[in-house]
C-alpha cells in the first residue's frame, strides 16, 4: 500500500489533472475489458489448484490457452473503446500502450498472484503483489526527470514498468503440473464465462463512471472524479488483498459460507476498516492539506465530501467472492448488472445534469447507499436464499 500510494501521489501532481483524468479514464476502459485476459478461466484453475483435484494440471494448462485466444479480443475491444471515449482526446497509440499494459500484462501477474495463493505461497504471493507497483513507482520517478511530462511519454513509461513487473512475476510461478485436455477445457469454460461475465459487469459497475463523466463533465471533472476514486482504491488495496483468503476459506468449507457469524464480522469489520482509512486520511489533510501535493489538494475537497463512498464501495466486491464460495456465479451475474444498471443511470443524470462539483455530494453519498442495500438484499435475501434455514440455526 506504502508503494502504491506513493506511486499514485507522484503520479497525480506530475501530470496535470486533465492528462490524469484522461489516463485513469483509458485505464478504467482497460479494467473493463481485462476480464477475459486471465480472470475468466483463472477462476476454475483457482478452485482446481485449491482443492488440489486430478483435474488441476489440465486446467492450468486451459489457463494458458485461454489467456493466448483472448489477447487479439482485447486488443479488438480496445480499438472500440478508443473510437467511442477517446478519440476526441488523444491517439491509437497512447490508448493501446496503457490498455496492453494493464488488461494484458497486469491481468497475467495477477493470474501468477492468485495461483501461489491457491498453492498456500502466501510470502510469494505478497512478493508477486509487491513486483506489481515497484517498477511503476521506479518509472515514475525516472518520469519525473524528464522535461517532457506528457501522457504520451508516461504511457511509454507506463507499458515498460509493466514489462518489467510480468517479468519480475514470472520468477514466481508455483511448480505445477500443466496438460491439456479438451474436455476438461471444455469443462471448465461454463464457470471461466460466467465468472467472466460476472467480472466484466462489474468492472462496468466500478469503472464506467469514469467514462460517463469524462464524456459529460470533462477532463478537469474527470481528474478530480478520477483521483478521488483512485484514493479509494489505493487505501482500500490492503483489505481488497485478503478477498482471494475470503474465497479460499469458504471453498474449503462450505458450511463457513452459512454462517451468519462469519459474514457479520467480515462485512462490519470491512465497513469498519474503510471508514477508519478514511477517516484517518481526512484528519490528516484537514491539518495540512496541501501535504500530498497540489493536485490532491485540488481533489480534497470532493474526496472529503464522499464518506460513504468510502465505506461502501468494497462490499459489493466482498459480496461478489462470497458468491464465487458458494458456486453461485450466475446469481452474482445477475446482482452485478442490478447493481452496473443502477449505478450507470444514477452517474449518467448526476453528470449531465448537475454542476460539477457542490451538486454532486449527496446524490453520490445517497448512490453508494442504494447500492450497498442492493447487494445487501440481492446476495442474502435472493442469491443465498436456497439455505435459508442452515443460515438462521447457524
Known sequence: MVAALIYFLLLVNILPLEDYGLFVSILASALIISNGSTFGFLAPTFRAQTEESKEAANYAGGLILYAILWMPVTLTMAYGLYLIFFAHYTSLDIVLSIIVAEAILMRLLDAIYHLNIARNRYGIAALVNISSILPRLIAIVLFSNIADQTLSNWSSYFLQANICALLIACFFIPKMEISFSLSSFRDGLKEAFTQEGVNFVQSIQMELDKLLVLTFAGPAAAGIYSLSMRIIYVINEPIRSIFPLVAKFFIKDTKRIRSLANQLKLEIGLILSSSLAYGCLIVILNIKPDLLGDNIEAG?????????????????????????????????????LLLTLTKSVIIYLIASNMTFANEWFLPLNLLYIVLYIQSLWATWGWAMNEHPKTIAAE
Open 300 to 336: 480534497y475537497h470532493f474526496f472529503a465530501m464522499l464518506p460513504m463512498v468510502f465505506a461502501l464501495k468494497l462490499v459489493p466486491e466482498y459480496h461478489k467472492t462470497v458468491l464465487y464460495g458458494a458456486k453461485l456465479l450466475p446469481k452474482a451475474f445477475a446482482i452485478a
